[in-house]
């Protein structure tokens, strides 16, 4: 505890830096609105017989999900959503990825972030899908309508590759649109190339059960509220402490430890390589940072 005060003095004595102009602007193209980091009403939860599966875990001081399933490369890597505020599908495509590698039936595969964003419609997004969605829809689209193969803008790989082309300085684009057929160079067609989760579900918010699924079945998608300071925050654990909210962001959740006493989780962004700490970042894990342990979505693939 005490070392945990320390730390928050010191992150209040960080010196304070207002982003303004032209990397405010990028920094804003980057997140959504805050509305979707809610867990829709209704939405389902572990079932009884996966949460007793979950007690049987032993929780390390210190995890991370490249290094327990080192033959899943998708765990590790870093996707670039660019000037679209499009992390929920994302952080969506992400997990799914990873899990279909964890799990049955074991396949090593990128699936397609611009496939959710661009065709799952309403039921993840009010507005316009580059301007945010809802986390547990994008799961859910998953076990509904499945997700085809795709790798980012520079890989270009899979059935629907991402798009949108990493572009700083350049103003907020609108989400592709819905193309129900894979690129001409990739040797299947569309509805070939799905593949669907059996559930989809809302982890709940306290941090054991969190470990335990991540442990069990591989990362997770958080989403929470973010502020100014986010944008610096570097190899240091993040605690807010300063600057204006300026959306809601959804990410993914790959491990956790300790620095100094300090408890963390690590987790994958998708802002390119260029950011943070490679791309990833650690946060203040147990006190539900930023409403980060509030909203944990998952599903499981289908065997």
Known sequence: ??????????????????????????FRYGVMDVKYIQIPEGAPTLEPKLFKMLLKEEIPEFFDARQKWPKCNSIGWIR????CGSC????????ASDRMCINPPYYSMMLSSEDI??????????????????????????????????????????????SIRPCPGCSIRSAPRCQQQCQ???PRNYTQDKYFAEKAYY??????TIQREILAHGPVEAAFRLFQDFYYVGKRIYHHTWGQQVGGHAVKIIGWGVEGQVPYWLVVNSWGT???????????????ECGFEAGIV????RS
């Open 88 to 95: 929920w599908a994302v952080a969506a495509a992400e997990v």
């Open 184 to 186: 001409q160079s990739y």
């Open 203 to 208: 982890v709940p918010g306290d941090v054991t």
């Open 80 to 83: 670039d959503q660019s000037n």
């Open 117 to 162: 964003l661009s065709c799952c419609g309403r039921q993840c997004y009010q507005q316009e899908a580059c301007q945010g969605g809802y986390p547990f829809a994008a799961m859910n689209w998953w076990k509904t309508n499945g997700i085809v193969t795709g790798t980012e803008y520079t890989d270009h790989q899979g059935c629907r590759p991402y």
């Open 298 to 301: 998952a599903a499981l693939p």
């Open 1 to 26: 505890m005490i070392a945990l005060l320390f730390f928050l003095l010191f992150m209040v004595s960080v010196k304070s830096k207002e982003l303004s102009g032209q990397e405010l602007l990028d």
């Open 274 to 288: 260029g950011w943070g700490d490679q791309g990833l970042f650690r946060i203040l894990r147990g006190n539900n």
